[in-house]
């Protein structure tokens, strides 16, 4: 586990740069997870917060009746945000939360799915839920020896209450597509929901 994560640190750092800040977070009954803050060395008005601890483990199928210890997707979650508009540095807790989620719910995270906190993303923030996004683009996967999966980072991209219920009926690619269509900065923090009709 301690190797697999290792690794994930050495991957994210390559693709984001030194993190800048470091938080853990435990929950009853499961493993440990980190998230790094990496402000974008290009562009430093960027945050970029990644989740470490994740991927330690395989994503066990809810409806298996035995988890493999061994075989299945692992991976690691990624959210982009505009610096300085919000205080978006409160994101790490429920980041964690999230990235705690197929230990305590069994659920697999997917590109595609929705991730419902319940409660807003930080203080005062439109989003209480993300769309999980595919991977490749900003971190690549991380391929480990056989007969581990690759592990995956995962964008997060955050949802108003009406885009998470619109994405319910229509789908992750419909809304998507709504969203380049109007040209929505999904890093802003502060921003309303797309037009939805």
């Given at each position: ?11 994210l ?9 470091r ?5 009853l ?16 008005a ?31 979650l990624v ?7 919000a205080d978006?540095d ?16 069994g ?19 439109p ?11 900003l ?9 581990l ?10 949802m ?20 380049l ?17």
């Amino acid at each position: 586990m301690g190797d697999v994560l290792a690794l994930v640190e050495a991957r994210l750092r390559s693709a984001l740069g030194e993190p800048d800040a470091r938080a853990a977070v435990t929950f009853l009954g499961t493993d440990r997870i980190e998230v790094l803050r990496f402000v974008d060395s290009g562009d430093p008005a960027l945050v970029r917060y990644a989740t470490l601890g994740m991927s330690a483990h395989p994503m066990a199928d809810p409806t298996a009746t035995l988890a493999d210890p061994v075989k299945g997707p692992r991976a690691e979650l990624v959210l982009s945000v505009r610096a300085g508009l919000a205080d978006t540095d409160q994101v790490l807790r429920p980041l964690a939360v999230l990235a705690a989620s197929p230990q305590v719910e069994g659920v697999v995270v997917a590109p595609g799915a929705s991730l419902d906190l319940g409660e807003p993303l930080w203080g005062g923030a439109p989003f209480s839920s993300v769309l999980v996004a595919e991977p490749g683009g900003l971190v690549a996967d991380l391929e480990l020896d056989e007969p581990l999966d690759p592990v995956r980072f995962l964008p997060l991209l955050p949802m108003t209450g009406n885009e998470a219920a619109w994405k319910r009926v229509h789908g992750a690619q419909e809304l998507q597509e709504r969203w380049l269509t109007h040209g929505t900065d999904l890093r802003d923090p502060l921003r309303r929901s797309v037009t939805l009709g």
